[in-house]
């Protein structure tokens, strides 16, 4: 597994991350041995980053990778976690918290539920609008001079954000989706993270399914699936966006590799400062996705993909309405 680091001041990471979300729930029920074997083949092959968040199931993303992580050498991964996002007992959600004072609850809560001391990666999994970045930077801030965090970390802001917290403290890496079909970031974002010295964590790579080259019309998702409620799953949108599936297709079979390998070897051939991270649920998945870190892709390559996905070619918002608002950037 190659290595790369996530910008000037953050960790050395495998070249290829995994996300942990799935494993509770958000694409509809899964396998909770399946979820850990996965986990422990991730670390087999390499993979030293696992992404995240404490609101992820309200906690049990956390409590399986603690079960997953047991007896491993606590300096073999390093774990990025969100948090911030407010839940109701009904899975509803409330907003964000990153009041100072919260950030520290949400951390303790953290370390308890992954039985470790300290957070590699920590970082807000959207910006609180009525409370200043500075004001939720400097609670982290102090978590990594008290110890209990090693690096700052941000997600899904905007660049003028992303310099604010940058002031108060080094930030290691920007978490954001991207992929062929959401290129919002390469507008204003990717500039200014490599102005700036920081790292991009991508997730999304694979658009939650929808370009890894297994999602079909006639598929609907599961009770509980978040895809259930996604614009580019809906309707004519997604016979639209599995039309520019198909179009990949032809290019992977001429690469003599499978979709979703294309589509994430292209995010990592987007410059070795972008780490993406596969949402695996299964060892098949993850076994499939782990050659693309290998996949070279040529100038004649990316040309080929780019006819197949023109920027701005997918249908639908990324996220429901409801959830646009909170984002730095758009699709």
């Known amino acids: 597994m190659q290595t790369r680091t996530l910008g000037s001041t953050g960790p050395a990471v495998s070249a290829l991350g995994l996300g942990a979300m799935g494993m509770s729930g958000a694409y509809g029920a899964a396998d909770r041995a399946e979820s850990t074997a996965t986990v422990h083949a991730a ?20 409590l399986l990778l603690a079960e997953a992580l047991r007896g491993r050498d606590r300096d073999s991964y390093r774990l ?9 007992p009904g899975h509803e959600f409330g907003g964000q918290d990153g009041r100072p004072e919260a950030v520290k609850n949400f951390l303790a809560y953290s370390l308890t539920r992954l ?17 200043p970045i500075e004001e939720t930077v400097g609670a982290i801030k102090d978590m990594i001079d008290a110890g209990y965090v090693r690096h700052l970390g941000l997600s899904e802001v905007d660049a003028a954000t992303v310099r604010r917290a940058h002031a108060v403290h080094p930030v290691a890496d920007l978490q954001i989706e991207y992929s062929l079909i959401s290129r919002a970031v390469e507008a204003d974002i990717l500039p200014t993270l490599r102005e700036l010295g920081i790292g991009l964590s ?4 694979l658009g939650r399914g929808l370009i890894s080259g297994h999602w079909t019309a006639a598929r609907s998702a599961d009770p509980g699936d978040n895809r259930s409620h996604s614009p580019r799953f809906s309707g ?3 016979e639209h966006n599995l039309a520019l599936v198909e179009a990949l297709r032809r290019v992977a079979e001429a690469k003599e590799c499978t979709v979703a390998q294309l589509a994430i070897a292209w ?8 780490v993406p991270l596969v949402g695996a649920r299964t060892r098949e998945r993850l076994a499939e996705a782990l050659p693309a870190t290998e996949l070279k892709l040529t100038a004649d390559d990316l040309a080929e993909i780019e006819k197949a996905v023109p920027p701005g070619a997918a249908r639908g918002d990324r ?8 984002l730095g950037v758009g699709n």
């Open 43 to 62: 670390l087999e092959a390499g993979v030293t980053l696992i992404d995240t968040a404490d609101f992820y199931a309200m906690g049990h993303n956390e």
């Open 236 to 238: 004519a949108n997604v």
């Open 319 to 326: 996220y429901p309405s409801a959830f646009m608002s909170s």
């Open 267 to 274: 995010v990592a051939a987007q410059g070795d400062d972008i």
């Open 202 to 205: 991508a997730y999304g790579v």
């Open 115 to 131: 039985g470790t001391d300290h957070i590699d990666i920590y970082r807000p999994a959207r910006l609180d609008p009525a409370i």
């Open 80 to 88: 990025s976690v969100k948090f911030g996002m407010l839940r109701g």
